[in-house]
């Protein structure tokens, strides 16, 4: 019997997007939680006005909501200012110059500061200021100040 050569194909199905579905958005995610967690747990005692008492599954599912619609909002933020084809290479295209990132970045910013004053202010029961200013804070303090400042610290832009 004549011996047969095993061979195997190999594709290239793009291996920083496979990275980053098995590491990135899980890893990034659990920072994400963890970061908006710690934010929350620093801002809420320093807000004027009633003393603030959340229970620990609160704040738990608090952050759990926050962080799925953080990463939604982020998202967008990524997908409007980069021109990315992760399929292809690993190389960043600006949609617009760096200092324009920063200028759209008060978008997601703004949104994220809604978000979280409304849903603080129904789920947590924060008075209406208090909110406001809660939302103000996790707004600055959350916002993806990182996307347009790592893909340009690391050369990943073209």
Request: contains cysteine; positive net charge; hydrophobic residues 60%.
């Amino acid at each position: 019997m004549a011996e047969r050569k095993k061979t195997a194909r190999l594709y290239d199905v793009g291996g920083v997007i496979i990275a980053v579905l098995f590491f990135g958005i899980p890893f990034g995610s659990i920072f994400d939680y963890l970061w908006n967690l710690l934010v929350l747990s620093l801002a809420l005692p320093r807000l004027a006005g009633d003393k603030i008492e959340i229970t620990k599954g609160k704040r738990l599912a608090y952050c759990f909501f926050i962080t799925l619609l953080g990463i939604i909002i982020d998202w967008a933020y990524f997908e409007f200012t980069w021109d990315t084809d992760f399929g292809k290479s690993a190389v960043w295209i600006p949609a617009m110059p760096q200092a324009l990132q920063f200028v759209w970045l008060l978008l997601p910013m703004a949104m994220i500061g809604l978000v979280n004053a409304a849903l603080s202010y129904s789920y947590l029961k924060l008075e209406r200021r208090q909110a406001i200013i809660f939302g103000a804070i996790m707004g600055f303090f959350t916002a993806p100040w990182l996307l347009p400042i790592v893909p340009y610290v690391f050369g990943w832009v073209v």
